[in-house]
């Protein structure tokens, strides 16, 4: 195991005689008694453009191994993503299917991209009507849309919040974030004014994106992807580390099958999944989940475990992927990593983690700190130094196969911010 304790990280500082203890500013209140749940949040169905069934999405995505399946259709007018009938179907579906929970969601044609950039919304069941899902894409949605305009993302986002009877908002990621790299609405340059709009509602990007078994891969363009992943994840220092380092809480462990057809595409969960750590296996369980950034991803069934957790001499209970801490600067904290990994992987071929890697963003830099290959379950535990400015840690893993991209997994980050006393 490599350790590079890189200055931008590790700087030490005076440590005050009177230190502040360290605490959590924003924690998981389900820890230590929640569940575990694979889950695919993106498939299409005959809907929109899929070639399926909701029913035989929903037993495929079972009979695969999910705990958790959305339904995230298209929001295009001209389609049946949105209708009464497709809210019908999937509580159809629902009903049958007592093993899986079910999720109503839209894969929406984000203004002014006309079709270029997607988000996918998932609705809690206090909103999973029909009206609010046909109220949004007439209102929002801007496929090819010119008359009249579609009104503006932001105004789309603020329009999730809850009113009335609705207690739970729905969450929001953007889909496939570089696909199309050059537009002037990509992800990229538009997603963290949004998120600055709507923090609670925008909660990230689609790290892993679906279509893994057409080429080219994600129907990017060719090389797009860095070992099927988003550049915009995979890039170390990257825009999700710059967004890190600016403040914002943005989740990206997220990997989908966007499952139109077996052609193009694995079943849900048969090579992608995310890992949901929810309060309980509800719609509303699993949105609070994902709010929170409690989850991993994964390709391959490589690992059904990658927690990454931080230490601070005070803390009451390790900090856990989605959560804050505070701590003074030139504290200690243990970071450390243990992972499930599989004896096979989706093939059936035998399986193994070949390195993992902690990468730490501090307000200037963004660096892997510790590369290696791990030992399991304990993959890795690192010190590092508290700095001026606080500290973001994630983590990632790789299995490699020769002549193939490799698969990996990948955590949501933890925050530490800093205080001088």
């Not at 679906?210 to 080429?215: A, D, F, L, P, V």
């Not at 992608?272 to 069934?301: C, K, L, N, Q």
């Amino acid at each position: 195991m490599k350790i590079l304790l890189v200055a931008a990280v590790a700087t030490t500082a005076t440590v005050y005689a009177m230190q502040a203890s360290p605490h959590f500013v924003t924690a998981v209140p389900w820890y230590g008694q929640g569940v575990w749940l694979r889950a695919d949040f993106h498939t299409h169905t005959q809907f929109t453009d899929g070639a399926h069934s909701v029913e035989t999405v929903v037993a495929a995505a079972a009979s695969h191994g999910c705990d958790v399946v959305a339904i995230t259709d298209h929001g295009d007018r001209n389609l049946n993503g949105g209708t009464p009938e497709f809210v019908d179907d999937i509580r159809a579906a629902r009903a049958r299917h007592s093993n899986i929970t079910v999720i109503t969601g839209m894969e929406w044609n984000v203004a002014p991209g006309k079709g270029n950039e997607h988000a996918t919304i998932l609705f809690p069941s206090s909103s999973e009507s029909a009206d609010v899902l046909g109220r949004f894409r007439n209102r929002f949605d801007d496929q090819r849309r010119n008359d009249p305009p579609a009104e503006p993302a932001q105004t789309g986002l603020a329009s999730l919040m809850p009113t009335g009877q609705q207690t739970l908002a729905p969450v929001v990621f953007f889909t496939h974030p570089s696909r199309i790299p050059d537009s002037p609405s990509a992800p990229k340059t538009t997603f963290e004014p949004l998120q600055q709009d709507a923090p609670s509602i925008l909660i990230g990007i689609e790290g892993a994106p679906g279509h893994q078994r057409g080429t080219p891969l994600g129907a990017y363009l060719e090389g797009g992807l860095i070992d099927r992943w988003d550049p915009l994840v995979a890039q170390v220092g990257g825009a999700w580390d710059l967004w890190l380092r600016h403040g914002l809480s943005v989740w990206a462990a997220i990997a989908d099958s966007d499952f139109h057809n077996e052609g193009g595409d694995f079943w849900p969960c048969e090579f992608a999944a995310t890992w949901v750590y929810a309060p309980d296996r509800t719609v509303d369980g699993v949105i609070r989940a994902m709010r929170a950034g409690s989850f991993f991803a994964e390709h391959g069934h490589i690992v059904s475990n990658a927690a990454l957790q931080v230490r601070l001499p005070g803390l009451p209970r390790p900090a856990q992927a989605g959560e804050t801490v505070s701590a003074s600067v030139g504290l200690k904290a243990t970071v450390s990593l243990r992972i499930d990994v599989a004896a096979t992987d989706f093939l059936g071929r035998a399986n193994r983690i070949d390195t993992v890697e902690l990468i730490a963003s501090s307000k200037d830099a963004s660096d892997i700190v510790c590369s290696g290959a791990p030992s399991t379950p304990a993959a890795f535990s690192v010190e590092l130094t508290v700095p001026p400015g606080g500290l973001v840690v994630r983590a990632r893993g790789r299995r490699n196969i020769n002549g193939e991209p490799a698969l990996m997994f990948y955590t949501n980050p933890i925050r530490i911010t800093a205080s001088e006393r």
